[in-house]
């Protein structure tokens, strides 16, 4: 392996081929509908699937064939997954180890798992992706057999599960799942998929590992990365639906007369999922920057979502409440994080907010293509920006009509969401040492 192929550069390296070979096969007369799409929609709708974002140019139901929607599918899946677990799960399966660069990579992409425990932790990866996505398929398509052929509900079923599931926001349907928004079944299925695929596969690895255990005495102690994800998730679930039915109650919009199904949903699906019940552009200003916050915050590390991560928003949080009671560092639940995490956590937030900046800057300067002028429109812009970086997928409808710079800078944001922090971490991770000096302190005046 070339020297240059460290492991911080072996996942990048992987997600762009994947993804050129998708565009190159998306170009294919047979992938597409008879209308035809461009070369640079074909790249567009390759990097959003396998980003896992669910930002289209054009219209999946229609644009593309059944081969091609099969296509996207499979980018998602893989995508989804990540291209380093499927490799190194191929290996294993082929009775071969990886070498170190790949289980590398691979540690750096799932968690901090114990090099004895790769195999097993790849083989729970395929389990529990598959198992739950095959059950999120049966109950979607006992839903969809009312409204559709068996055959066309088997489909729908299945591209929504593993959609739901990748956190991906691809669907067959053009307006998305606006047409099932007060529907209780399409919904629950959805969302939990949804919260399952975004807690992150070593999370779920230690709950269904306790719940295996639960007669042991006495039981093992939460760690601390469980806790940290479950009550983050929980309070930007709860407390985002709270913002939201506040915001739209002063708003009069129209999630406050549409019953509680659109309300929730609106509050899971920016946590990476991308599918909408509403359509985004009747909510109000307040509304949509919440969801705007949800999206930059996004899913959990080690997860198919992305984002900054709960864990990250909540060492901050933490570093922020322990430092105004004059603790040091970040604490919860009896434990203190490791100072370089937050550090890390600190610059990672920082460079993704420095990256969206520049990046809503270059949009605003190309602005959308409106019969050959160009139209400015700030918010609608930078939501798209926040949607493409936190590998969402939601839309207020400008992606088709961004001129083809913008549609460029878009790919770049949702290739950087998607692999940027895991690589900027991992750099971190290397590069951070212990100092074997300290300045002399100046104070300087704040506020």
């Not at 762009?16 to 567009?44: K, N, R, W």
């Not at 999946?60 to 799960?89: D, K, R, Y």
């Not at 899913?299 to 570093?319: D, E, H, M, N, Q």
């Amino acid at each position: 392996m070339p020297n240059w192929l460290t492991p911080s550069r072996l996942v990048p390296a992987s997600f762009a081929a994947f993804i050129v070979l998708g565009a190159a096969l998306l170009y294919l007369p047979v992938m597409q509908a008879p209308d035809g799409v461009s070369l640079l929609d074909c790249l567009f709708t390759a990097t959003s699937a396998v980003c896992v974002t669910g930002l289209i140019t054009v219209d999946t139901a229609t644009a593309w064939s059944p081969w091609g929607q099969g296509l996207i599918l499979m980018l998602l899946q893989a995508g989804g997954l990540g291209i380093m677990t499927f490799s190194v799960a191929l290996l294993y399966l082929a009775r071969r180890r990886p070498g170190p660069m790949a289980h590398l990579a691979l540690k750096g992409a799932l968690g901090p798992v114990p090099g004895g425990e790769m195999s097993r932790l790849v083989r729970d990866v395929l389990l529990y992706t598959f198992v739950l996505e095959g059950l999120g398929a049966a109950v979607l398509f006992m839903r969809f057999w009312g409204d559709f052929p068996a055959s066309t509900a088997a489909a729908q079923a299945v591209f929504h599960a593993i959609s739901a599931f990748c956190n991906a926001g691809f669907s067959l349907f053009s307006n998305s799942l606006v047409g099932y928004s007060g529907d209780p079944t399409v919904n629950l299925t959805v969302m939990i998929l949804i919260v399952l695929g975004g807690l992150g596969f070593v999370v779920l690895r230690e709950l269904t590992g306790r719940l295996r255990r639960k007669q042991e005495q006495p039981p093992r102690r939460m760690s601390l990365q469980v806790r940290l994800v479950l009550a983050t998730s929980a309070v930007l679930i709860v407390g985002g639906a709270a913002a939201l039915l506040v915001t739209e109650w002063l708003a009069q919009g129209p999630i406050w007369g549409e019953g509680v199904w659109p309300l929730i949903f609106q509050t899971v699906t920016p946590r990476t999922a991308g599918f909408n019940t509403v359509n985004l552009n009747t909510l109000s200003n307040g509304s949509l920057l919440i969801i705007m916050l949800l999206m930059f915050i996004g899913a959990s590390p080690g997860s198919t979502g992305g984002g900054v991560k709960t864990t990250t928003i909540a060492v901050l949080f933490s570093l922020a409440v322990n430092r105004l009671k004059g603790r040091p560092g970040a604490q919860a639940w009896g434990r203190a994080v490791p100072e370089r995490q937050v550090e890390m956590a600190l610059l990672l937030a920082l460079g993704t907010a420095l990256v969206l900046v520049c990046a809503v800057v270059l949009l605003s300067a190309v602005g959308l293509a409106d019969g050959g002028h160009v139209r400015r429109d700030f918010l609608h812009l930078a939501f798209e920006a926040v949607s493409a970086l936190g590998t969402v997928g939601l839309s207020l409808g400008v992606t088709p009509e961004l001129t083809p710079a913008g549609k460029g800078i878009i790919i770049v944001l949702m290739f950087v969401g998607r692999l940027g922090p895991l690589a900027f971490v991992y750099s971190l991770a290397q590069q951070l040492r212990e100092p074997s000096y300290r300045l002399a302190e100046e104070r300087v005046i704040l506020g």
